[in-house]
């Protein structure tokens, strides 16, 4: 059951992309699965931080490591959505519900894939249920992916409390910008 579309959707290669608020009962013993992490895109497309988003020398490493901090500075300025803030701790810095909307070949019979971007141990990825098939699993996550690293580079500030693996603290998690990079 849809209950809401949340932000602004976005339109590459006919894969339209929303953030939406949803429950959904599918019928199938899969759990959500994980796959699809930024980092490897990045990989897989010749894609560094440091030379296409001036990332400083310094924190490139660190942006790379726990990329789920700069993914989630980046959807507010692409989707005019920003996740909800969670009241107290929590385990995951990201949990974001997003619904990709596929037609067919005729481009007359569209097909809903909801999944989310997530993260663990504050490397992002996406999770998918498993009524999407892998090669639209694929055209997805190259949209969203896409869709993150294109365009502006603004960030959003955003201040948010994240428990690390085995009840580790990694205290505030802070990122953002407050002027524009040309």
């Not at 997805?140 to 960030?155: H, M, N, P, Y």
Request: proline residues 5%; charged residues 25%; negative net charge.
């Amino acid at each position: 059951m849809l209950h809401d579309i949340v932000g602004d959707a976005v339109n590459i290669d006919n894969v339209i992309i929303v953030p939406a608020f949803y429950d959904i009962d599918i019928q199938t013993s899969d759990e959500p699965q994980s796959e699809f992490p930024l980092a490897k895109y990045m990989t897989q497309h010749q894609i560094c931080f440091h030379e296409n988003y001036r990332v400083d020398c310094w924190c490139e490493d660190v942006v790379n490591d726990c990329n789920a901090m700069w993914v989630r500075a980046r959807i507010p300025n692409v989707y005019r959505f920003s996740p909800p803030p969670v009241i107290g701790w929590r385990y995951k810095l990201l949990d974001v519900p997003f619904l990709a909307i596929l037609f067919d070949r005729n481009k007359s019979f569209p097909s809903l894939h909801p999944f989310a971007c997530v993260d663990e141990d504050l490397k992002a990825h996406l999770d998918f249920f498993g009524v999407t098939t892998l090669g639209d699993r694929q055209k997805i996550a190259k949209v969203f992916w896409t869709s993150l690293l294109q365009g502006d580079r603004e960030l959003t500030t955003f201040i948010d409390w994240v428990l690390g693996d085995c009840y580790d603290d990694y205290d505030s998690v802070v990122m953002g910008s407050t002027a524009s990079r040309n």
